[in-house]
């Protein structure tokens, strides 16, 4: 017996069937292909909008809601699965603000923590990054997380309360009768539950285009490619933001150097263009790592939406239908809470936020 399926999953999946499951639903997750491999594998895993004060207000709440829940989160997937996510307060040390009087009143009127170091204080915060800032604005209280290791966490601990992961299985038909759906289909296996919920990333605009006329749900594939660098831990202390690009030191030493933007469709290859355009960014900001190997290249296929504000409610039509997708670049950051209103308002709970700018039908 399933009380809900959930189609995709990848961190908005995983999470939202960790939501749902703490009601006591019996959940089953179908998965294209392994677990958590798509664009939640790929990411960067900051736990922040890259530039706050730049970001719609809708997002702003959803990340604020699991910034606040993320420490805790952690702290319990690792008590229950044994598995480290490496939530890391590593703090942003954004380079280029430009509008420092716009961030100090984001921060203050947000409640975020925030300095505006000047150069010899961004040389101590940072001694072995070498190029200078414009204008620096230091947030301390922002985190990462280590997206394999939160997904490999989640995973463990749904399937340790009984929820059912089917890998290898791409829904391919999704049968209704009236308003409702009826079963969905992967090949010869049909499936049927109470409910439904979409969480599939960059392809939900193209299963819900497919399947369901109206509304149309505007997400399309945005790659990003990042390298990872080989590095000795210490060498860069924060996050390091400028121009939209970006460091991030894991625990283990390591430095990611992402990331690109590109509207490829479903195109998932990497390039030495963007390979060299990030390795160069990366030598600008930190030349020591003209001495570490580039250990790994990749790309992910990011869920974009036109705003970035993702879609999470109810079908206006089909009932039983949900979805929680378009997250674009901020799905770690936005996840807890997202799964969080996706859930309150599939069990008609009280939702967490104000749902109506992250409905279906609202203008995205
Ligand atoms: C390079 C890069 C850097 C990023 N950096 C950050 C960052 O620092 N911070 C941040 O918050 N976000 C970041 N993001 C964005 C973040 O990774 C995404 O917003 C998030 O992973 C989206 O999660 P998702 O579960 O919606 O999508 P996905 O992880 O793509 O999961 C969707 C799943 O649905 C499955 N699926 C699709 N169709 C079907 C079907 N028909 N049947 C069954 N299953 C199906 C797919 O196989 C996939 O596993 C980054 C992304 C990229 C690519």
């Known amino acids: 017996m399933t009380d809900i399926i959930i189609i995709g999953g990848g961190v908005i999946g995983l ?13 089953l997750i179908l998965e294209r292909q392994a677990i958590g491999r798509e664009s939640s594998w790929a990411g960067g895993g900051i736990l922040s909008p890259l530039y706050p004060w ?81 204008s620096p604005v230091f947030l301390p209280e922002i985190a990462q997380i280590r997206n394999p290791r939160l997904l490999r966490a989640l995973c463990s601990e749904v399937l340790a309360d009984g929820a059912r992961i089917s890998e290898h299985q791409t829904v391919t038909e999704v049968a209704t009768s009236g308003t ?8 010869d296996k049909t499936y049927s539950a109470d409910h439904y919920v979409i969480t599939a990333g960059a392809w939900s605009g193209m299963i819900s285009d497919r399947f369901f006329a109206s509304p149309r749900l505007k997400v399309e594939p945005v790659k990003g490619q990042m390298i990872v660098f080989s590095a000795e831990p210490g060498l860069l202390r924060h996050i390091i933001l400028n121009q939209g690009r970006y460091l991030i030191p894991r625990k283990d030493g390591r430095i990611l150097a992402g990331s690109t933007l590109e509207y490829a469709n479903f195109d998932k290859s990497t390039t030495e263009s963007a390979r060299s355009e990030l390795a160069e960014f990366a030598y600008t900001v930190l030349p020591a790592l003209r001495s570490c190997a580039i250990e790994k290249h990749w790309a992910g296929l990011r869920p974009g939406s036109p705003t970035g504000i993702p879609y999470i409610g109810q079908h206006p039509e089909i009932q039983n239908l949900y979805f929680n997708c378009g997250h674009f670049r901020n799905g770690f950051a ?31």
Not at 79 to 93: A, F, Q
Not at 180 to 187: E, K, N, Y
């Open 334 to 364: 936005m996840a807890p809470a997202s799964a969080r209103l996706l859930a309150d308002l599939l069990l008609a709970r009280s939702p967490v936020v104000p749902p109506a700018p992250y409905s279906l039908v609202a203008e995205h």
């Open 15 to 27: 999470m939202t069937a960790r939501e749902l499951m703490q009601s006591g639903a019996r959940v």
């Open 180 to 187: 409702s759906i009826t079963h969905v289909s992967t090949g």
């Open 54 to 134: 730049r970001t719609v207000e809708p997002i702003i709440q959803l990340w604020l809601r699991s910034h606040a829940e993320y420490p805790k989160l952690a702290e319990i997937l690792q008590y229950r699965t044994g598995i480290d996510p490496e939530w890391l307060k590593s703090g942003l040390l954004i380079a280029d603000c430009e509008n420092e009087h716009l961030a100090e009143t984001w921060c203050e009127s947000h409640g975020m923590a925030y300095d505006r170091p000047d150069l010899a204080h961004f040389r101590a915060l940072e001694p072995a990054v070498r190029f200078t800032p414009s």
